[in-house]
């Protein structure tokens, strides 16, 4: 039964992933091919990048077809329902919160799978849930959402943490992978509304009053 919830969780956070990859193409008026990389990368790319540090060749993403069928699927959403899309305030970062939780746990859940290390579960859960979207900033010529003092990798850090400590505390693994993405979730959406964000980094010069 664990497994069924988390292939449905992986899937679920792809979707939204596409979505926001594809919204964000369309923002930026690419055409229809550029539209579906985009989405497509934003929505596997910190997938394929878990995979290629646990040592899975080739990475699911890319010989698994239902990735790229619900990665299409959600591109095809984009570009068909842009009038309920708009009606969001921040369509991009909405979906971009959601696939952020999903990706936190199974990113976290396989490399505890493989590896049984709590360290490298939690790096990988992280790097699963801002890696897509990284790429997709870089394709777009955009600074990337991690590196703008946003709470970004810290909500996806909460996600993967609560996953990591459930696995290991024998919590029940029908709940606690949607628990871990609830977490990671509240805690960007709630930055994003309050406007939380990171301190800046302060020179030794600043720090001693010169």
């Known amino acids: 039964m664990s497994h069924a919830w988390f292939v449905l969780a992986d899937l679920l956070g792809t979707f939204a992933f596409a979505l926001s990859g594809a919204t964000a193409s369309i923002e930026r008026r690419l055409d229809l091919f550029g539209v579906g990389v985009v989405a497509f990368v934003t929505a596997?790319?910190?997938g394929i990048l878990?995979?290629?540090?646990l040592g899975v060749t080739p990475p699911a993403a890319l010989v698994a077809w239902r990735y790229l069928a619900v990665a299409?699927?959600?591109?095809a959403m984009a570009l068909w329902s842009q009038g309920p899309i708009r009606r969001l305030r921040h369509p991009v970062l909405v979906f971009?919160?959601?696939?952020?939780?999903?990706?936190a746990v199974t990113g976290a859940h396989a490399a505890l799978l493989r590896t049984h290390d709590v360290e490298l579960a939690l790096l990988l859960g992280v790097a699963t849930a801002v890696g897509g979207g990284v790429m997709r900033d870089v394709l777009?010529?955009?600074?990337?959402?991690?590196?703008?003092?946003?709470?970004?990798?810290?909500?996806?850090l909460l996600g993967a943490g609560v996953q990591v400590a459930g696995q290991w505390a024998g919590w029940?693994?029908?709940?606690?992978p949607w628990l871990g993405a609830f977490s990671c979730a509240a805690l960007r959406f709630l930055a994003l509304r309050r406007g939380w964000r990171l301190p800046l980094a302060r020179s030794a010069d600043r720090l001693?009053?010169?």
Not at 50 to 53: A, F, G, Q, V, Y
Not at 172 to 176: E, M
């Open 172 to 176: 029940a693994p029908d709940w606690t």
């Open 72 to 75: 299409l699927l959600a591109c």
């Open 96 to 103: 971009d919160a959601v696939g952020l939780g999903f990706f």
């Open 140 to 156: 777009l010529n955009r600074v990337p959402a991690i590196l703008q003092r946003e709470i970004y990798a810290l909500a996806a």
């Open 50 to 53: 878990r995979d290629l540090c």
């Open 44 to 46: 596997c790319g910190g």
């Open 208 to 210: 001693r009053g010169d």
